[in-house]
């Protein structure tokens, strides 16, 4: 199978599409100075040094969109502290390491991570619209991955050739930092596979910059073979705006499957009340809460990590609160387990 044979799928857009680059003028407006984020919210000037050392480790990018929804002069602001680089990033963390999940030991093909049965992962981007601090991904090797379609061809044929496989997953970084056209391409390679049957792409876009979106991207995802189904990342409920509400029923309505995932993060979002709020905006929504994950043990992020305990006795308080549709599954990724092992 030739991929560069495979035909571009049609993106064209309607009257009703926005600016054609307004996500992406977003990204170019994005904050990537962590003095000017921390000027921007007026917090104390201590935290412009540790945020710039920090920062040395991994880089900040932070939309305005998102800044946006942060309280000015609140050092606490549960948004803020997933995004600002502080002094505790350079703490190794006992049981921490570069690969806490096993993506290198997946690794099949460049891109393509295999884990779990009937199921891949293609690495579609290394961009993303923001640097979480948690991010279990910040030491991947993001520039050892394909950057180009004939760089997917190896992965493209792996799949092809193993008919277990029915769903593909793209992530990465976030693959919805692909254009349209670029996304389509890639999508196409995928739906001549037969034994295919869903496409899940894991996103955190339209949570940072609803404006991607666009009408484009709806047809590309609701007119295909494959069954879409798109997995947001939000935490908090702060996150949703009317914007961000707006993106999310725009693909519900296009009859795209949306679920959410989130990171238990000490500081954010440990508490039930806060993810009880969370999983009732979700719903109201049409989006159903998936995943609360107890986070990979990435270097650079014990600051952030809850005890497993506290955890389980949060997902009980909320089946307390919530019918049993609102409450995520607790999960964490072990390496080498062939799923994910829920915890509560």
Known sequence: MTILATP????????????????????????????QLCRSLQLPPKYEQAATQASQLFGVFVPREYLGRMKVGDEKDPLLRQVLPIAEEAETGKGFSLD??????ALMAPGLLHKYRSRVL?????????????CFRRHFPYE???????????????IDEDTTIE???LSGGDPLMLTDPRLAELVDCLEPIKHLNRLR??????????????????????????????????????????????ALSRLVEAGILVLNQSVLLRGVNDSAEVLSTLSK???????????????????GTSHFEVPVEIGISIIEQMRSRLPGYAVPRFAQEKRGKLSKQVLA
């Not at 571009?8 to 003095?35: F, H, M, N, Y």
């Not at 806490?100 to 030991?105: C, E, M, N, Q, S």
């Not at 050892?144 to 792996?158: N, R």
């Open 8 to 35: 571009l799928r049609s993106v064209a857009t309607s009257s009703k599409t926005r600016p054609a680059l307004s996500w992406q003028e977003s990204l170019r407006r994005a904050i990537r100075d962590p003095v």
């Open 100 to 105: 806490p999940v096993g993506d290198a030991d």
């Open 122 to 134: 293609l690495i579609a981007s290394g961009a993303c619209a923001v640097h979480c601090r948690y």
């Open 144 to 158: 050892q991955m394909p950057h180009g379609l004939e760089d997917w061809q190896p992965a493209i044929e792996q």
């Open 167 to 169: 769903e593909v997953i």
């Open 201 to 246: 792409i894991h996103t955190r876009l339209p949570v940072m910059i609803p404006s991607r979106v666009t009408d484009s991207l709806l047809s590309l995802l609701s007119d295909g073979r494959l069954r879409p189904v798109v997995v947001v990342h939000i935490n908090h409920p702060a996150e949703i705006d009317l914007p961000v509400s707006m």
């Open 281 to 299: 905006r979700l719903v109201d929504l049409r989006v159903m809460p998936y995943y609360l994950h107890q986070l990979d043990r990435t270097l």
